[in-house]
């Protein structure tokens, strides 16, 4: 059975960090692409940024460009969302979503989510 | 690559037939998926690569299209469906998702 469980969101000031975790199991993790969707308090889903198998590759939305950094660790089934400079409008539930093994593809798998909220 | 769902919002009765549209801005080819969002749950994956209905989904849902429109049907529309839906492109970087349609059941 396939499960993503994320962990480490909460509640941030402006400007500050965070790093979200995304455990996965039950398939061959290092196969596939994963990817990080939000979605903010009563509004649609946003995708945020995603990564293929081998890590060799990453993409992020403009939202998030210099700000956020992806990465996972293949050894370990576990995918990284490195938030820094962290903005009011960044507040959301994190989702963790299993892609496809190529670069950009639909997301079969979701984490239940992980809220960050960034508020003074 | 934007991507625009109509209606932004449906109520059908219990058995009628449920039709969402949802266009993107340039050619996606079939890279397009589906996916129905109920309140505090994940999104699930409904339909992929525009028609291919996702292993356990119910055969009352179906997808066609292809290029830049594309619909979502429920043939015969069950309480348990009311819900959010998504579209979703993944012809290219950022991947984007449309605004969603909420389907209400009378």
């Known amino acids: 059975e396939v499960q993503l469980l994320e962990s480490g969101g909460g509640l941030v000031q402006p400007g500050g960090s965070l790093r979200l975790s995304c455990a996965a199991s039950g398939f061959n993790f290092r196969t596939y692409a994963m990817s990080w969707v939000r979605q903010a308090p009563g509004k649609g889903l946003e995708w945020v940024s995603g990564i293929i198998g081998s890590g060799g590759s990453t993409n992020l939305a403009d939202s998030v460009k210099g700000r956020f950094t992806i990465s996972r660790d293949n050894s370990k089934n576990t995918l990284f969302l490195q938030m820094n400079s962290l903005r009011v409008e960044d507040t959301a539930v994190y989702y963790c979503?299993?892609?496809?093994?190529?670069?950009?593809?639909?997301?079969?798998?979701w984490g239940q989510g992980t809220l960050v909220t960034v508020s003074s | 690559i934007q991507m625009t769902q109509s209606p932004s919002s449906v109520s059908a009765s219990v058995g009628e037939k449920v039709i969402i549209t949802c266009r993107a801005s340039?050619?996606?080819?079939?890279?397009l998926g589906w996916y129905q969002q109920k309140p505090g749950k994940a999104p699930k994956l409904l339909i992929y690569?525009?028609?291919s209905l996702q292993s356990g989904v119910p055969s009352r849902f179906s997808g066609s299209g292809s290029g830049t429109h594309f619909t979502l049907a429920i043939s015969s529309l069950q309480p348990e469906d009311s819900a959010v839906y998504y579209c979703?492109?993944?012809?290219?970087?950022?991947?984007?998702f449309g605004g969603g349609t909420k389907v209400e059941v009378k």
């Open positions: 690569s525009a028609s």
């Open positions: 340039l050619d996606v080819s079939t890279w």
């Open positions: 979503a299993k892609g496809g093994i190529g670069v950009a593809d639909n997301f079969d798998y």
């Open positions: 979703q492109q993944a012809n290219g970087f950022p991947l984007t």
